[in-house]
Nanobody, 121 residues
Framework: QVQLVESGGGLVQPAGSLKLSCAAS????????MGWYRQAPGKQRELVGI???????TYTNSVKGRFTISRDNAKNTTYLQMTGLKPEDTAVYYC???????????????WGQGTQVTVSS
């Protein structure tokens, strides 16, 4: 069984910073990618960014230059450093991981439970 647990959400003022963490635990053989998504009230869940094997990152345009994704492979953990936060960044942030539980299994996508980020003065 694999679990993803996000942490680090909270209330922050506009232009402030926040760092989210997402730790994967359980039976994990390898992780191809870990991603961050967000869902604001009344809106669809959208991609924030992904980090793939080798540290290759992709970001949605609205967060480029403000958000940075990193990954600690030894800890099966990904981080989302958010700076220059805006009210429109307010959302529940979810992480996912595309991983193999064993050498002979296929890749499966797992999701965390989400953490609330609120940007407000």
């Amino acid at each position: 069984q694999v679990q993803l647990v996000e942490s680090g959400g909270g209330l922050v003022q506009p232009a402030g910073s926040l760092k989210l963490s997402c730790a994967a635990s359980g039976t994990i053989f390898s992780i191809y990618s870990m991603g961050w998504y967000r869902q604001a009230p009344g809106k669809q869940r959208e991609l924030v960014g992904i980090i793939r094997t080798g540290g290759i990152t992709t970001y949605t345009n609205s967060v480029k230059g403000r958000f940075t994704i990193s990954r600690d492979n030894a800890k099966n953990t990904t981080y989302l450093q958010m700076t220059g936060l805006k009210p429109e960044d307010t959302a529940v942030y979810y992480c996912n991981a595309n991983l193999k539980a064993g050498i002979n299994t296929g890749y499966v996508l797992y999701w965390g439970q989400g953490t609330q980020v609120t940007v407000s003065s």
